[in-house]
């Protein structure tokens, strides 16, 4: 890879923004008061400042709280460091103003049933947001106040409703309205986000019920990783994001590629995924972090909603999906916002990242976002190095105030090395971890992928909703690769497969769905009804030759492999009409129901490339049922049960009569609690569950080739995650899960073998704290935590591997808009593998990576 190419790209990434939006003034303003205000529409929160100067405002919403970030400032009042009113106002159950960074001051209001709507307005007194709630809809939003009340703090609580409404509305003045007294030489800077809260808890999410949704309102356990924590840890490949949900772990990629591969509840997801809700394949493509929004995790049966689980993994073993992992990615601002940064750390791992957004009308009527990242690294592991570009512009046309039409395409470049790793055998446990069994010149890996989809969205009135969707994904992978086989009778010796590969994959999905709003007498209902079509292709050729064995533990490099020729090779066609149904009722404000179903019919047929022969043409229909209840004895708990269906087509296996197989089933029973703390910053959620495959393929006795249908793999166990904020500056992210999975009936598999990768104990942990005061305000620490108990490497079972405990730590420091960070990898240095139930793919040593970043 060439140096200098790296250093200009790396560069002018990262100088972009800087170039664009550095800011003119860095002075500090003090806000040396806080007072609030009653007006006839509501109330007023007005920041006093010293000199009278103009801050830069961010705004956000979650649930029912409007947050307002004043950067460049410092909260200096003479009654303490923090200001807090509990139910000043009607519709409002609190305003707090506190010193959130070194110098950036944050005002929370939340409201008791809606999220309060509010003003930034210039005022000759400073900043001034002025609020009003839906008890005061007739209200002017500009009405003057003439000698209005001031409100002194109370240190009365109230209890804040946690159901999710339309985002807070946040606007500057229009040119008529009245307004205070204002300075005509300078002006407030209003930058309006549509972003959630920084911060570690998410109270919605769109995945479990394909609707944006509560998650205490989801009789299934749902767990959001959002980008504060992937910015936390430093996150770069998708597989790390497995250690902070329960019942999850990272599946290694492709010849160690950066994919989204997962196993959950025991069982891999076969890396199919969804990414804003669409079916994603990611066997051959690389994905990467630096567009993504949050991770949602939905932990059981997900065919009632998104239909047959791995039926694109052609030839991967597919099996039914015991979970799913929805890529949420970053969506348009209607006002401008810059961030770059730069990361180095070990193994010359160098990265760089842009993300900026904002209007490119002054309407606001069109909005734009662009993210690109740069990434060239070498590795701990001998002759392995990448290089990586990847851009994702997205395009948002607010048609009219009812409709939108959201536009994004995304591209990666991957250049890099194909490493299988080792095979699962013990004498590997003794090589070392650097080792490369493949040869240096014949290593390359060449992949991109292409992402072209819209969504439109038009709202016939506030309850009803059309959206319709398409998503078009094109992945391309060629390579030169060498596989690994087990070791010769000396136990040193491994013998070697060259395959140069042309793998291509093609998927086309089209989603069309009304939802609404109604009542039946006293009875709310939050109906959804939509169909889905999709299409896909995955064809790949192989190429075959022979070379020298390798000496694992004396390696000499150089053997060239011979003559190429031209042995396997299919052509995987899959088409899917599927039509759902759901219905989330509220039988009372504490009861509610959620009943869906699904019907998918599935064409698919897999043809020899070499033979030009069919080997498989058929069609499957299946119905996907789920029924859940949730009841909430308050505010602050959810009490659930479910039950739900899944199902996976075989379309890679024929019965020795070359009859058609029946698609596997999963069914799943789940218990459990969600329950919420402190002030709604703590959440919790406890599950219990029981999900069974059935009509697991198996090879049949009789003849090896063909299979039969008699296999069930059955498991059980209990889930505890937990995120949110603790005290200010102090947020956590933690799990614990106890997994009992074990193989119920198999004509081959011992019964009782346990699936690969799946240890019957784990917990994790990543904390972080940042100083909110004195001289050391802005500075914080992370720490994380791993236990991974004992666990198969294969199945059926040869090789078990012992627990392990990572370390991994961080130093950071905020100053306005600027922060610097130093995350520690595996502080430990502890040897343990990711696995795909195939090969062993050794896990990172011990990495530094520092990290320097800019926000405007």
Known sequence: MKQQNLLTRLCLTAAIPVLIAFPANADVVKVTTVLLKQTDGGIEVILETADGASPQVFTASFGETLIADVVNTQLQLPSGDEFRADNPAEGIASITVTQLYTNTIRVRVTGITSIPKGQLIPSSEGLVLRLSTTTHAAAQPGADSTKPDEVSPSASGGEVSPETVPDAELTAPSAGEPQPQAEADEQIEIVVTAEQESGYRVPSAATGTRTETPLRDVPQSIQVIPRQVIEDRQIVRFNELADNVSGVQGERGYGGLSQAGFRIRGFSTNFSNLRNGFSDFGYISTRDVANVERFEVLKGPASVLYGGGGAYSFGLGAGVISGVVNTVTKKPLDQPYYDTNATYGSFDFLRSTLDITGPLLSNQSLLYRLNVAYENADSFRDFNENESFFIAPVLTWKINPRT?????????????????????????????????????????????????????????????????????????LDSDQIFPFALEDDRRTVPRLPLKTDERSENLTLSNSISGK???????????????????????????????????????????????????????????????????????????????????????????????????????????????????????????????????????????????????????????????????????????????????????PVDPLFSIQTGEQRSRGIELDIAGEILPGWNLIATYTYTDAEVTEDEVIPEGDTPYGVPENSTSLWTTYEIQKGDLQGLGFGLGLLFFGEHEADLPNTLTLPSYVRVDASLFYRRNNFKAALNFKNISDVTYYLLDGFLLGPASPFTVQGTVSFEF
């Not at 013990?426 to 070392?432: C, S």
């Not at 699904?598 to 789920?626: A, G, H, K, M």
């Open 404 to 476: 939108n039409l959201t536009v994004e395409l995304e591209h990666q470049q991957y250049d890099g090395s194909l490493d299988f790793g080792f095979p699962v055998e013990r004498d590997f446990l003794e090589v070392p971890r650097e080792r490369f069994l493949g040869e240096p010149d014949f290593t390359d890996a060449d992949t991109n992928s292409t992402l072209v989809s819209y969504n439109f969205e038009h709202q016939f009135s506030d309850n009803w909703k059309l959206k319709q969707g398409f998503n078009a994904t094109f992945s391309n």
């Open 518 to 700: 109604f009542s039946t007498g006293a009875v709310n209902h939050n109906l959804l009804l939509g169909v889905d079509l999709a299409r896909y292709r995955y064809r790949f050729d192989f190429f075959r030759s022979s070379i020298a064995s390798l000496d694992v533990f004396d390696p000499q490099y150089g053997a060239q492999p011979g003559s190429f020729r031209f042995t396997s090779g299919s052509d995987n066609r899959s088409r899917n009409i599927g039509i759902f149904l759901q219905d989330l009722v509220e039988v009372t404000p504490h009861l509610k129901l959620l009943a869906g179903g699904r019907f998918d019919f599935y064409d698919s047929s897999r043809r020899n490339r070499v033979t030009d022969e069919f080997l498989n043409e058929q069609t499957d229909e299946r119905f996907s049922p789920r029924i859940g209840i949730v009841y909430q004895p308050s505010d602050s708990t959810s009490l659930y049960f479910s039950w739900s269906n899944s199902f996976a087509p075989q379309f890679n296996r024929r019965t020795r009569e070359d009859g058609q197989l029946e698609p596997e089933i999963g069914e799943q029973f789940e218990l459990g609690i969600k329950q919420s703390f402190l002030d709604e910053r703590l959440s919790a959620t406890l599950a219990l569950y029981e999900f069974t495959r059935k009509n697991v393929l198996t090879p049949d």
